[in-house]
């Protein structure tokens, strides 16, 4: 197939996918929409040849350090130390499902699919391709279409869990909300909050140098600087984790500007390219091999989802949240931004009946929902799948 037409093709299976999830708000995932029309595309009409042809793997690969340093400029530090109660459910929720995983399932469904699917379970499509990578590196390509299939599907156990638990905590606070009077309570709206970042160490760059090479340019030079600096190191720490890192910190030193790759115009057509890897197996899954990871896939879902209560409930009595809101904010990493977005305004849009009310729920529920998609899916699913790769 043409270089082209192929990246067309792509294009057109992607922009689907976000089309139907616009449509569904997010009730039926991009990513489950696009793998699943991918899957079928390749066992009827799409040549398997697609992501070779569209010559865009490589590229792919080599800017997820690029990705992971824009994700870093996506919250500050600030957001997380205010929200450190959040993080520890968040992380510790993924933790669980990582160790129920990998004690539990592996003697039903093997080793090597419990521990491939300590990827996407905690979170996110980096961790995904990191098991992909491993998994290749060893020709394990039942794992890889194994990770592939249990990303596609997650937003489907996750959605559903959140949504219900926000509804209950909605309620809740609604009614002790109108108990203390509403709005005309001070005690109830929410503080004025500072935009600073934590730490200004570089000048800050005018706004007409801005421009998307210049700031192309800064976030390349901090991404290959975290490739250095993980083979200084002799990969002790995953090169993908220290772009991560470096990214929080260099732009908590001023250096990088925040939600980098939207202020150059680049975050979509690097979020394309990432696309390409994650569904870069399924051209190898045949219908029998699907069949075959029907029963560790549900088994991978319903582990998953005891580890993450059990700590969720946990960790909910200790630290002061309601059982319903410890668990919306553990399972986030089965979603992950948008998903954290999106339930958390429609459920203060539903249980609300004026504009005061639905500020408030939103101030309680929107922060601790995007800091727990961050926590696992930007950054706790990275540290894990680097981790758990090892016993790959």
């Given at each position: 197939?043409?270089t082209?037409l192929?990246?067309?093709?792509?294009?057109?299976?992607?922009?689907?996918?976000?089309?139907?999830?616009?449509?569904?708000?997010?009730?039926?995932?991009?990513?489950?929409?696009?793998?699943?029309?991918f899957?079928?595309?390749?066992?009827?009409?799409?040549?398997?040849?697609?992501?070779?042809?569209?010559?865009?793997?490589?590229?792919?690969?080599?800017?997820?350090?690029?990705?992971?340093?824009?994700?870093?400029?996506?919250?500050?530090?600030?957001?997380?130390?205010s929200?450190w109660?959040t993080?520890?459910?968040?992380?510790?929720?993924?933790?669980?499902?990582?160790?129920?995983?990998?004690f539990?399932?592996s003697?039903?469904?093997?080793?090597?699919?419990?521990?491939g699917?300590?990827?996407?379970?905690?979170?996110?499509?980096?961790s995904?391709?990191?098991?992909?990578e491993?998994?290749?590196?060893?020709?394990?390509?039942?794992?890889?279409v194994?990770?592939?299939?249990?990303?596609?599907?997650?937003s489907?156990?996750?959605?559903?869990?959140?949504s219900?638990?926000?509804?209950?905590?909605?309620?809740?606070?609604?009614?002790?909300?109108?108990?203390?009077?509403?709005?005309?309570n001070?005690?109830?709206?929410?503080?004025?909050e500072?935009?600073?970042?934590?730490?200004?160490?570089?000048?800050?760059?005018?706004?007409?140098?801005?421009?998307?090479?210049?700031?192309?340019?800064?976030t390349f030079?901090?991404?290959?600087?975290?490739?250095?600096?993980?083979?200084?190191?002799?990969?002790v720490i995953?090169k993908?984790?220290?772009?991560?890192?470096?990214?929080i910190?260099?732009?908590?030193l001023?250096?990088?500007e925040?939600?980098?790759?939207?202020?150059?115009?680049?975050?979509?057509?690097?979020?394309?390219?990432?696309?390409?890897?994650?569904?870069?197996?399924l051209?190898?899954?045949?219908?029998?091999?699907?069949?075959?990871?029907?029963?560790?896939?549900?088994?991978?879902f319903a582990?998953?989802?005891?580890?993450?209560?059990?700590?969720?409930?946990?960790?909910?009595?200790?630290?002061?949240?309601?059982?319903?809101?410890?668990?919306?904010?553990?399972v986030?990493?089965?979603?992950g931004?948008?998903?954290t977005?999106?339930?958390?305004?429609?459920?203060?849009?539903a249980?609300?009946s004026?504009?005061?009310?639905?500020?408030?729920l939103?101030?309680?529920?929107?922060?601790?929902?995007?800091?727990?998609?961050?926590?696992?899916?930007?950054?706790?699913?990275?540290?894990v799948?680097s981790?758990?790769?090892?016993?790959?």
């Open positions: 197939m043409e082209t192929a990246l067309l093709v792509i294009a057109i299976v992607l922009g689907f996918g976000d089309f139907v999830s616009i449509k569904t708000k997010a009730l039926l995932s991009m990513i489950f929409i696009a793998g699943l029309v899957m079928v595309g390749f066992w009827l009409f799409i040549p398997k040849t697609l992501f070779q042809d569209a010559h865009i793997i490589d590229f792919a690969y080599a800017i997820i350090p690029l990705l992971l340093v824009y994700m870093g400029t996506l919250m500050r530090l600030k957001d997380l130390k929200e109660k993080v520890i459910i968040a992380l510790s929720a993924i933790i669980a499902a990582a160790a129920i995983l990998f539990i399932a003697p039903i469904i093997g080793s090597g699919l419990a521990v699917a300590t990827g996407p379970i905690s979170g996110g499509v980096v995904t391709i990191i098991m992909q491993a998994a290749d590196a060893k020709g394990l390509e039942t794992i890889t194994f990770v592939t299939m249990l990303l596609v599907l997650q489907f156990v996750g959605l559903p869990i959140a219900y638990c926000l509804s209950g905590e909605a309620k809740n606070l609604i009614k002790k909300f109108r108990e203390k009077g509403g709005a005309s001070k005690e109830n709206l929410p503080p004025v500072s935009t600073k970042r934590g730490w200004y160490q570089f000048p800050l760059m005018p706004e007409k140098f801005q421009t998307p090479f210049i700031l192309l340019m800064k030079f901090v991404a290959w600087l975290a490739i250095y600096a993980a083979e200084l190191m002799g990969g995953n993908y984790v220290l772009a991560l890192v470096f990214g910190i260099f732009y908590e001023g250096f990088l925040q939600k980098v790759l939207d202020r150059a115009n680049s975050a979509g057509i690097t979020l394309f390219a990432l696309m390409v890897p994650v569904f870069a197996s051209p190898k899954a045949t219908p029998d091999m699907i069949g075959s990871l029907l029963l560790p896939i549900v088994v991978v582990l998953s989802v005891v580890g993450i209560s059990i700590i969720s409930f946990f960790l909910g009595k200790v630290l002061g949240y309601s059982w319903r809101l410890s668990l919306a904010v553990g986030t990493c089965l979603f931004f948008p998903g977005f999106i339930v958390a305004e429609e459920i203060s849009d249980v609300s004026n504009a005061e009310e639905r500020d408030y939103s101030h309680i529920i929107l922060p601790k929902m995007l800091v727990g998609g961050f926590s696992t899916v930007t950054i706790g699913s990275v540290f799948a981790f758990m790769v090892n016993f790959l």
